[in-house]
């Protein structure tokens, strides 16, 4: 992990605001490693040393991993299990990732966005049913659908396993730009499907229940978090609004601080792997002590103020009976 400021460090671990403890530093009540420090200045990497306030040991917030990855046709999403010869979207990762785990899976036909995380809380929170998160879909069809295969997608359709939920239908005319779409079928009507539910090939079985089979599906959101521009079995860490946008979805509303590095991204091209860029720490900045143009008031001006509340208050003075 990187240096910080140890202000910032301390703040971070919820031992107080950071002024508040800049306060504590100048006071002398923060020790490193046993030794008092005073300056304000200090950098720590907090994973290698030991920090005290007033002799009480700070603990560290967990940093959780969270990586959107772009999926392509033909690489399945389950992990941990017995893939045979196919590979799985863990390989598209460098070997020494740490242990993550998808949020949500896309079945080997599938593509688009892939949330892995190692933060198990806002994962339970985004798939399991009873939170209704939403997941958007575009989904390809080889003619434009009737205005009742429409309705029947929207009010919900009955599969062998049960009736779908009411889904979110529109036909769409264009892609996002930012869409970085793979080689693939492009010939037919694109709709977006917003669903609240994840059942296993629910998309699939729902066009085909209507007589609208797909050729081609989707991933393109889950709740705020968008696929954006990445290519084609490239990834990268969400940065720390995204982070705050999914927890904040998910009703954990303290959200934890993401890993400042972020992961490394491989080049189509090359197939190197190369370092993104660390929007995790750069998307939020900390704001100026005052609203941009305003002046600080003169030395001249601040002594016209004190000479009138003076005058004010001595005019209170003699008005009041003795």
């Known amino acids: ?54 002799g009480k040991p700070v603990h560290q917030p967990k940093r959780h991993q969270y ?8 690489i399945i999403s389950d992990v941990g299990g017995d893939t045979g010869e196919r590979d799985s979207v863990i390989d598209l990762l460098p070997p020494d ?5 998808p949020v949500g899976r896309l079945d080997v036909h599938s593509e688009g966005l892939i949330l892995l995380t190692d933060d198990g809380e806002l994962a339970h929170k985004l798939t399991h049913p009873r939170y209704q998160h939403t997941k958007t879909y575009f989904v390809l069809v080889g003619e434009r659908p009737t205005e009742l295969a429409l309705q029947q997608l929207r009010r919900g359709v009955d599969l062998p396993d049960g009736r779908t939920a009411p889904a979110e239908v529109r ?15 492009t010939e037919g009507v694109w709709l977006e499907i917003v669903l609240r539910e994840g059942k296993k090939r629910q998309i699939r079985h729902m066009t085909a229940a209507v007589g609208y089979p797909t050729l081609r599906l989707v991933r393109w959101a889950i709740g705020p978090l968008t696929l954006g521009d990445l290519k084609l079995r490239d990834f990268s860490s969400l940065s720390h609004r995204e982070v705050t946008a999914l927890r904040a979805l998910a009703g954990l509303s303290k959200p ?3 890993i400042r590095q972020s992961a490394p991204q491989r080049s189509p091209s090359t197939g190197r792997t190369q370092r993104s860029s660390q929007s995790t720490s750069r998307s939020t900045s900390r704001p100026t002590s005052r609203p941009t143009g305003t002046r600080r008031p003169s030395a001249r001006g601040a002594d016209s103020s004190r000479e009138s509340a003076r005058g004010a208050a001595h005019g ?3 008005g009041r009976p003795k």
Do not use: W, Y
């Open 1 to 54: 992990m990187m240096e910080e400021r140890l202000q910032k460090v301390l703040a971070a671990a919820g031992v107080a605001s950071r002024r508040a403890c800049e306060e504590m530093i100048t006071a002398g009540r923060v020790q490193i490693n046993g030794h008092t420090v005073t300056e304000l200045g200090t950098k720590v990497d907090p994973e290698l040393v030991q920090i005290a306030v007033d």
């Open 67 to 74: 990586i959107k990855l772009h999926k392509p046709r033909g």
């Open 97 to 101: 990732s740490r242990r993550l785990f």
């Open 171 to 185: 036909l769409i005319n264009q892609l996002p730009a930012e869409l970085n779409l793979s080689k693939g079928p």
């Open 256 to 258: 934890l601080p993401p």
């Open 316 to 318: 209170r003075t003699q």
